[in-house]
């Protein structure tokens, strides 16, 4: 059962690339959150999207709701961006979670 | 302000023991979220909250299982007669609104370890 699919699962980059993460899903959703979550489990909520796309600093956002598709976008990526980034979709009350894709940035 | 606050931040366990685990959500917020994060896995809804009632508990694994906030504000996770395959991270999330897809605060999480 995996309503939510994730890649790359892990992916290493040097400082400076553009990074790009997907999010497929198979439900049909109120809305789909990008969420960072560093080592010791802090969960902190990067955006919640609906449609179209959102920017905050260096993230970038991106759904497509009739390809139930969205993109993660990191751009200069930085050592501190190093975390594990986790989609997630919501129906209703429910929350369904990618297994998450592991960064690692590179000075 | 406050975020969300869970305790014990972590715990071991013996297999057999009740455990107990506790959240403090943002002060007002309406919505309250268990969720359960295997190791190497993205977290699992467990069960859902709004005010004291308890709307939603499909995701909780077992009877052995059982979440209650009985004045809207904080809540508690009982596991009852814990397993090995309990061991996991309890997130614990709020949200001053209604429903799941409107932003959501997480707790740091309670390490459960079970021997």
């Known amino acids: 059962k995996n309503e939510v699919e994730q890649s790359p699962q892990n992916l290493t980059a040097q400082e400076g690339e553009f990074i790009t993460i997907n999010c497929s899903y198979s439900v049909g959703i109120s809305a789909l959150h990008w969420l960072q979550q560093h080592p010791g489990g802090g969960i902190v909520s990067l955006f919640m999207l609906s449609s179209g796309k959102k920017k905050h600093g260096r993230l970038i956002a991106t759904i497509n709701i009739q390809e139930k598709h969205s993109s993660l976008h990191i751009t200069a990526s930085h050592p501190r961006d190093s975390a594990v980034y986790i989609c997630?979709?919501?129906?209703?009350?429910?929350?369904?979670f990618g297994t998450g894709t592991s960064l690692t940035v590179i000075p | 302000g406050a975020g969300v606050s869970q305790s014990p931040r972590y715990k071991v366990a013996k297999r057999g023991q009740d455990v107990a685990l506790r959240c403090d959500p943002i002060?007002?917020?309406?919505?309250l979220f268990w969720y359960q994060q295997a190791l190497g896995q993205g977290p699992e809804f467990l069960t859902y909250f709004q005010n004291e009632a308890q709307l939603d508990k499909s995701g909780l694994p077992s009877d052995r299982f059982f979440a209650e906030r009985p004045e809207g504000s904080v809540s508690t996770l009982k596991i009852q007669r814990t397993q090995q395959e309990d061991s996991a991270v309890y997130l614990c999330?709020?949200?001053?609104?209604?429903?799941?897809?409107?932003?959501?605060?997480f707790g740091p999480g309670t390490r459960l370890t079970v021997l």
């Open positions: 999330a709020s949200s001053s609104r209604r429903l799941a897809h409107n932003e959501q605060f």
């Open positions: 997630a979709v919501t129906t209703g009350n429910q929350f369904y």
């Open positions: 002060s007002g917020h309406v919505s």
